[in-house]
């Protein structure tokens, strides 16, 4: 049986920010991913400067589609209008890979189905053994499964339901457009360029508040749809678009069990009010190995839970996504949650 300092379950954002640092350190780590990079994930690909950051990301030696918008058209109901605000977009078939690769760790295509932890470490699938193990499998994550799922289990009322198509269009703006309560959608819809001629349409609501009412989200898609066209966004597009769900932030309270951690949407780190994951997973991810090579402690809770630094923008996201139904200080970093 092989053996390695770690095992990564994910080769995501969360699985090649831990590995990419645990290989820095000189540690022997293996990414096991069921899929074969690059691949498709559902994803509208937005990231913040934060991001760039916190993967030293090379803008000009990135060698895949980057694209930068200096604003963002907010439509809510009859009202548009313009937030000035630098962010970017990436294409996560290539972004992935880019980071995967980048990583420097070993990297096999393994679909994990069996963690078990015995006196000489964890061993996978009868396969591989390792002294510590990183859940960044996404959603449906087996070390989540195994070993946090009764300890951290997840709320119904933070499960995001998505449907989004990601294609070559002529795009009919430069600007990323985001629409807020569409036909009382729980959630929003969105419109992200992304460079040289691919886009990427989408929307998201919370699932347990769309079921209570009959809806899904494919009925809100149609009228989607709709807007893009009336408003000549996306001429010629044609769309099949697929559904994803995942956790916005819940409790995370306990994180690392032993040796074995969960990092990004495997411990539901997406912020509340816009959903965002791919910087909670890059961020989760890095800490995850600081604590395996330096001995940190391993803590999520102080990470930020709301993209906005507006107080009124997160409680009214917030509010209309869940209804208000949860406990407004449950799983939030203190400082956050004084100002809930
Ligand atoms: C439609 C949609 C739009 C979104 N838009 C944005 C956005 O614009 N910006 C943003 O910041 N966030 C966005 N998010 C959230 C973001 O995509 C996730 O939060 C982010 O991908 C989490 O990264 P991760 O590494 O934790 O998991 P993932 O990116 O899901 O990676 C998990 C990996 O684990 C692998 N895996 C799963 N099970 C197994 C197994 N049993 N064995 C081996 N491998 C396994 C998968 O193949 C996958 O490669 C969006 C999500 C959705 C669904």
């Keep these: 049986m092989e053996s390695f300092d770690a095992i990564v379950v994910g080769g995501g954002p969360a699985g090649s920010a831990c590995a990419e640092r645990l290989v820095q350190a000189g540690a022997s780590v293996l990414v ?57 977009s990436i294409r996560r078939y290539e972004f992935d890979d880019y980071l995967l690769r980048r990583s420097g760790a070993r990297c096999l295509v393994h679909n994990v189905r069996a963690v078990e932890h015995g006196p000489d470490g964890f061993v996978v699938d009868g396969a ?71 886009l990427n349409c989408g929307l998201g609501a919370m699932a347990e508040k769309l079921k209570a009412r009959g809806e899904d989200v494919k009925r809100h898609w149609s009228h989607f749809t709709g807007v893009l066209a009336r408003r000549g966004l996306a001429a010629g597009a044609e769309f099949a678009p697929k559904g994803y769900s995942y956790y916005l932030r819940g409790g995370v309270e306990t994180v690392r069990i032993g040796n074995a951690f969960i990092t990004g949407d495997a411990a539901g780190l997406a912020t509340r009010d816009l959903c965002e994951g791919i910087g909670p997973a890059i961020r989760s991810g890095h800490r995850a190995a600081e604590s395996i090579v330096a001995g940190t402690h391993y803590r999520l809770d102080d990470l930020a839970a709301y993209s906005s630094d507006v107080g009124f923008v997160r409680w009214l996201l917030e509010r209309a996504f869940t209804g208000g139904r949860l406990r407004a200080t449950e799983g939030l970093p203190a400082k956050e949650a004084a100002g809930a």
């Design 32 to 88: 096991l991913d069921r899929a074969e990079f690059p691949r498709t994930k559902l994803c509208a690909g937005w990231i913040t400067p934060e991001v760039v950051e916190d993967l030293a990301l090379d803008v000009e030696a990135y060698p895949h589609r980057f694209n930068t918008f200096n604003g963002i058209v907010v439509h809510i109901k009859r009202l548009t209008f313009t937030l000035p605000s630098v962010q970017h």
């Design 128 to 198: 591989f053994r390792s002294q510590y193990l990183v859940g960044a499998g996404g959603t449906r994550c087996p070390v989540y499964r195994t070993f946090f799922r009764d300890a951290n289990p997840r709320a119904r009322e933070l499960q995001a339901a998505t449907y989004e198509h990601e294609l070559p269009c002529r795009w009919g703006d430069e600007r990323c457009h985001l629409w807020f309560f569409e036909k009382g959608l729980p959630g929003y819809a969105w419109y992200v360029p992304k460079a040289d001629g691919y």
